[in-house]
């Protein structure tokens, strides 16, 4: 069984310019995860997916946004980016919203010059 | 607020010897708790997990107990080896937030031969 896949592995932008990450959860799971892992700060829980639409977000600013497509897939858009943004991206998805695990892709390692 | 706090890295132990990693939890409810283990390169996998008062979650040899009276959840493992080298992140889950994580910020451990 395919795990979660994460697109691209890294990238590279300048201030100001948007990113944009893409996950494909487990097959048959309907929820995804958004995580900012930035050093020294740990994981930080962004934005919450499920059949379709957003259930939940972080402390994170507008400019941070998503969307998850019918077949599970999501994307991540980070807008007007600023240097404090580089960070590793992780995507995770679950069978169901109520499930307890979360089974975490390699991420995206996103660097802001 | 929710949130989970471990023992800041990197511990470096040798090969047989004992390990604990330290983790507490601030909760206004009853957290599910977590280890999750996240090898270089690779995305974060669960080790292992309690979801109520008094459980012991185990796995691979690690162990963590779920003491409510201390709101702690410390990771121990009896003898490390060279591959369980890797970061350890503790976490929480509370359902009333829909199946958001809180994550500590994680401690790298090293294990040399």
């Known amino acids: 069984e395919a795990g979660v896949t994460q697109s691209p592995t890294h990238l590279i932008k300048t201030r100001g310019q948007q990113a944009t990450l893409r996950c494909s959860p487990i097959s048959g799971h309907t929820s995804v995860y958004w995580y900012q892992q930035a050093l020294g700060l740990g994981l930080q829980f962004l934005l919450w997916?499920?059949?379709?639409?957003?259930?939940n977000r972080g402390n994170f600013p507008p400019r941070f946004s998503g969307r998850q497509f019918p077949n599970y897939s999501s994307e991540l858009n980070v807008n007007a980016l600023e240097l404090e943004d580089s960070a590793l991206y992780l995507c995770?998805?679950?069978?169901?919203?109520?499930?307890?695990?979360?089974?975490f892709g390699p991420g995206t390692r996103l660097l802001v010059l | 607020g929710d949130s989970v706090t471990q023992m800041e890295g990197p511990v470096t132990l040798s090969e047989e010897a004992f390990l604990t990693i330290n983790c507490t939890y601030t909760a206004t409810g009853y957290p599910s708790l977590f280890w999750y283990v996240q090898y270089p390169g690779e995305g974060l996998q669960l080790l292992l997990k309690a979801t109520k008062a008094d459980d012991k979650g185990s796995n691979k040899g690690f162990e963590a107990t779920y003491r409510k009276e201390t709101t702690s959840f410390h990771l121990e493992k009896g003898s490390v080896q060279v591959s369980d080298s890797a970061v350890y992140f503790c976490a929480l889950r509370l359902s009333n937030t829909g199946n958001q994580f809180y994550f500590g910020t994680g401690t790298s451990l090293t294990v040399i031969p």
């Open positions: 997916y499920d059949e379709g639409e957003e259930r």
């Open positions: 995770a998805s679950s069978l169901l919203w109520r499930s307890e695990t979360q089974y």
